[in-house]
């Protein structure tokens, strides 16, 4: 089992900064896969951003040079940067890891950008 717990995220204004943080404990493999997911009022949770275990990002591309994806291994941390943010963004944020065929989920973390 891996428990992930979430912090960060809140309401901002249009063209404002959030941060957010996905600590997780428990059965973590070295190896793995963790990632933001976000789902918005009516429509299917979608990948934000996911990076391995060595490093490697991707994003969706309505986010690229906006968000930043980072973790710290040694903590089991990752870290969504999100910069310039757009009412689109507005979406219940979830941590998720990727370990050995296996997905956890954090409990969710609302975002909403608003003037």
């Known amino acids: 089992q891996v428990q992930l717990v979430e912090s960060g995220g809140g309401l901002v204004q249009p063209g404002g900064s959030l941060g957010l943080s996905c600590a997780a404990s428990?059965?973590?493999?070295?190896?793995?896969?963790m990632g933001w997911y976000r789902q918005a009022p009516g429509k299917q949770r979608e990948l934000v951003a996911r990076?391995?275990?060595?490093?490697?990002?991707n994003y969706t591309d309505s986010v690229k040079g906006r968000f930043t994806i980072s973790r710290d291994n040694a903590k089991n941390t990752v870290y969504l940067q999100m910069n310039s943010l757009k009412p689109e963004d507005t979406a219940v944020y979830y941590c998720?890891?990727?370990?050995?065929?296996?997905?956890?989920w954090g409990q969710g973390t609302q975002v909403t950008v608003s003037s």
């Open positions: 990076i391995t275990s060595s490093g490697r990002t």
């Open positions: 428990g059965s973590i493999f070295s190896i793995n896969v």
């Open positions: 998720a890891y990727d370990g050995i065929g296996l997905r956890y």
